[in-house]
């Protein structure tokens, strides 16, 4: 395999003036430049990235840790990753923790040991604390998408989940809607609070009473809502709107609604938020109304601003916050 020291030598020139072009620098005559690229051509010359590296001090890499690779939902925010890296010249490697705590910090280890530039994570499981401020010690800079110790010190990219909540709520107010149910997502996660304590503001600011029946503890799946709600059905509790915590769970509620033989929206409205797929593909459901995340620019956003600390070690910690959109479909129209 042909060496630097083997251009320089076939070129009659220094290891250092073949690197000086290798890296694109000032310093070598047109003449020089021409000849070193040339006889590169011919020897099919290939840089070595590791050596490179140990030059630059860069690996041109990246690494991205999320909780899960082929769920559909995370689709656009890996699409945006990707594209933002390739962009700007550097590779994306990614990686999943199956929503491990565990496995996330043995991967914070291994990408943190000169094999990437910095770090970007997904994830608010509340189970992560500990991960978070292990992340922010780390020798590479790092991003945290929906996550992170809330202190100011750290660059995190978060959706506003509270506000977008509010807004899901107070259309269904608008709508006339009185007796609004929450089901919410998975309560270990920050942004399930977050989803709940909007659709608790949004009802006290329109002065509606909230009751034991108000809330319903769910998770991120359709059949734990579809309990809930069947479950509610039977006591004879009707809700004319259901605002839920995640779309997954909202078509839950659909399918308890559905099969309770309640119309929709005309009896019950419906609103989920994120922008998902439903779990169950045997099902025709109407078309869900919803909060949508623009999980692709978010993407973009993430690698920007882990690019801005790597290039400066001096850069201050940022917070970028983007706003859902409520995406009217049949389920409120």
Do not use: W
């Not at 990219?157 to 899901?168: L, P, T, V």
């Amino acid at each position: 395999m042909t060496t630097i020291s083997d251009i320089a030598k076939k070129a009659n020139v220094s290891r250092t003036l073949v690197s000086r072009v290798l890296n694109n620098k000032p310093g070598v005559s047109p003449e020089n430049r021409q000849k070193i690229l040339s006889i590169m051509e011919e020897t099919h010359y290939v840089p070595s990235g590791l050596a490179r590296s140990l030059v630059t001090q860069k690996t041109g890499a990246i690494g991205v840790i999320m909780d899960e690779l082929c769920n559909e939902f995370f689709l656009k925010l890996i699409a945006g990753l990707q594209d933002a890296g390739e962009q700007h010249n550097y590779h994306v490697l990614f990686c999943s923790s199956r929503s491990h705590p565990e496995t996330k910090m043995k991967y914070v280890d291994y990408f943190s040991q000169g094999r990437t530039d910095g770090i970007i994570t997904y994830g608010s499981n509340l189970d992560n604390e500990e991960l978070f401020h292990y992340m922010a010690k780390q020798p590479v800079p790092c991003v945290f998408i929906e996550g992170g110790p809330d202190n100011g010190n750290c660059n995190r990219i978060q959706i506003d989940n509270e506000q977008g909540a509010y807004e899901a709520t107070r259309y269904l107010i608008a709508q006339g809607r009185k007796n609004i149910i929450h089901v919410t997502g998975d309560m270990n996660y920050t942004a399930s609070l977050e989803r709940l304590n909007g659709f608790v503001h949004a009802m006290r600011d329109s002065h509606i009473p909230i009751t034991a029946d108000s809330i319903l503890y769910a998770d991120f799946f359709e059949e734990s809502a579809y309990r809930q709600i069947t479950e509610l059905l039977e006591r004879d509790i009707h809700p004319d709107a259901v605002f839920a915590g995640a779309d997954k769970t909202a078509y839950g509620v659909l399918r308890a609604l559905m099969n309770a033989g309640i119309s929709i929206p005309g009896e019950t409205a419906v609103i989920g938020f994120d922008d998902d797929t439903p779990d169950s593909r045997d099902i025709i459901f109407p078309g869900l109304s919803t909060m949508r995340q623009p999980m692709y620019e978010m993407g973009c956003a993430a690698v920007e601003l882990l690019l801005a600390a790597i290039r400066d070690p001096a850069h201050q910690p940022e917070t970028r916050c983007f706003q859902p959109h409520l995406i009217l479909r049949e389920t409120c129209k």
